[in-house]
């Protein structure tokens, strides 16, 4: 019973960042900002859709098809093609492991947080890295189904980019000079999507709202800073 335990304890999520403020977070939230949503990616949606396991089951079942095909050509029984198709499995099975495992840890290391000023992104298996993405460079955004589930697409304002791979895979596919952030492999991607969008207009709706005397300007003649 104590081994079955301990065995649950490792499978369970964990607080794999012990150095985090909170969660998924490289800093406790400030007084007036609110988390609204949090989560992570599906690891089937994420291994179907950035690790393309539906190409790789095609493509290994017509290995498979190629060489049970081939056998039989060359007038081999039907036990004899059988045993030359199954020699052909336990890569297929280590490869296709190997692809699950990697999604699993891509899902499992990161984590997505929408706030009412921000999208957060920690992402990284072997190294994390925080991207905070403010509504204020956040151009549009954009939500996709695919499948069960879906991913929502963030265009970014202004000339500051982030590098594809530093990214990947929670980038738009082929997007490489204009990089665009994406929350991959959601279950639940249009109900995100609706807290996003919620978000960005009532940032915006604050925004447009402010009163002319915050808006700083700058003199011309001593480059001091004064208020409208």
């Known amino acids: 019973m104590k081994a079955v335990a301990t065995l649950v304890d490792v499978l369970a999520p964990a607080h794999e960042h012990e150095f985090e403020a909170a969660h998924g977070l490289p800093e406790a ?15 089937m949606l994420l291994a179907r859709q950035a690790l ?6 095609v493509y290994f079942g017509a290995l498979l098809a190629w060489r049970g095909l081939a056998s039989a050509y060359d007038g081999a029984p039907l036990g004899q093609t059988l045993m030359a198709m199954a020699g052909m499995l336990p890569l297929i099975v280590l490869a296709l492991g190997l692809l699950g495992g990697i999604a699993w840890l891509m899902a499992r290391t ?14 990284g298996v072997v190294l994390s890295i925080t991207f905070n993405l403010p509504f204020a460079q956040i151009a549009s955004a954009a939500w996709k189904q ?18 594809y791979l530093h990214l990947w895979p929670h980038a ?4 490489l000079k204009r990089t665009e952030p994406m929350l991959r492999g959601l279950g639940n991607a ?3 999507a609706q807290t996003l969008a919620t978000a960005l207009q009532q940032a915006e709706a604050a925004r447009q709202q402010l009163p002319l005397r915050a808006v700083g300007s700058v003199d011309a ?6 208020l409208i």
Do not use: F
């Open 221 to 226: 003649l001593s480059g001091v800073p004064t």
């Open 172 to 175: 738009r596919p082929w997007r």
């Open 110 to 123: 990161t984590v997505y947080t929408v706030t009412n000023k921000r999208v957060v992104m920690r992402v």
């Open 52 to 57: 393309h396991l539906d190409l790789l089951l």
């Open 146 to 163: 695919r499948g069960r589930g879906g991913d929502i697409v963030l265009s970014l304002a202004g000339s500051d980019r982030i590098a």
């Open 29 to 43: 939230l400030p007084a007036n900002e609110v988390q609204l949503w949090q989560g992570s990616p599906d690891a």
């Open 190 to 192: 249009k109900a995100v």
